[in-house]
């Protein structure tokens, strides 16, 4: 079946600090694939998406790279603000309007 | 971007009370709306979808008698949690997948989230 495995967090950084939230997946098919995040208490949002192998997906200075042969759709930020605080969840579609999520990372961000 | 709304936003209830959580998309038209429910620390769990002027599809495991889904329009789905117990207690949250334009490509909208405590 499809799945999604995101690291663990929660993850600590400092001001300017790189970010990298690994994600790799299991599915059927070729998914898409999506970043969302969940800022406290509020809703999640759409960070970015990426729809085929290759695609790059990219917003608010996060990156994320469809990676086929890896399986993977890791999160990258060059220099974290304290604003990007939240939890980041991982997630995909194969086929339906299904999504799965992983686990979710809460990133804390120190000033 | 698209807008879903719940409400309440959090509600307290006493155990074997009924308790109704209403989801609005206020900009665009969904035919399908999900519910998840979210347990600390934990990840989404699909808990139904709900296409308009149908029935519910419930995921395996989730009771349909307690967890009482309506969408009856296009910008409205509710969750009715029936006779709520302090196991009920949980963050839910509603999505929607409209049917055309920004909201037609895949993504899904969410609202803010209902956090249920039932003492």
């Known amino acids: 079946g499809n799945s999604v495995t995101q690291m663990e967090g929660p993850v600590t950084l400092s001001e300017e600090a790189f970010l990298t939230i690994n994600c790799t997946y299991t599915a059927t098919g070729y998914p898409s694939l999506f970043w969302y995040v969940q800022y406290p208490g509020e809703g999640l949002q759409l960070l970015l998406k990426a729809t085929k192998a290759d695609d790059k997906g990219s917003n608010k200075g996060f990156e994320a790279t469809y990676r086929k042969e890896t399986t993977s759709f890791h999160l990258e930020k060059g220099s974290v603000q304290v604003s990007d605080s939240a939890v980041y969840f991982c997630?995909?579609?194969?086929?339906?309007?299904?999504?799965?999520f992983g686990t979710g990372t809460r990133l804390k961000v120190l000033a | 971007g698209a807008v879903v709304s719940q409400h309440p936003s959090r509600v307290i209830c006493k155990s074997g009370t009924s308790v109704k959580i209403e989801c609005r998309s206020l900009?665009?038209?969904?035919?399908?709306m999900f519910w998840y429910r979210q347990f600390p620390k934990q990840s989404l769990m699909l808990m139904a979808t709900s296409n308009e002027g149908s029935k519910a599809t419930y995921e395996q495991g989730v009771e349909k008698d307690k967890f009482l889904i309506n969408h009856a329009s296009l910008t409205l789905s509710t969750l009715t949690v029936t006779s709520a117990h302090p196991e009920d207690s949980s963050f839910y949250i509603c999505?929607?997948?409209?049917?055309?334009?920004?909201?037609?490509?895949?993504?899904?909208?969410f609202g803010e989230g209902s956090r249920l405590t039932v003492l």
């Open positions: 999505s929607a997948l409209g049917t055309s334009g920004r909201s037609g490509t895949g993504e899904l909208f």
């Open positions: 997630a995909l579609i194969a086929g339906t309007y299904k999504y799965i």
């Open positions: 900009d665009f038209q969904a035919t399908t």
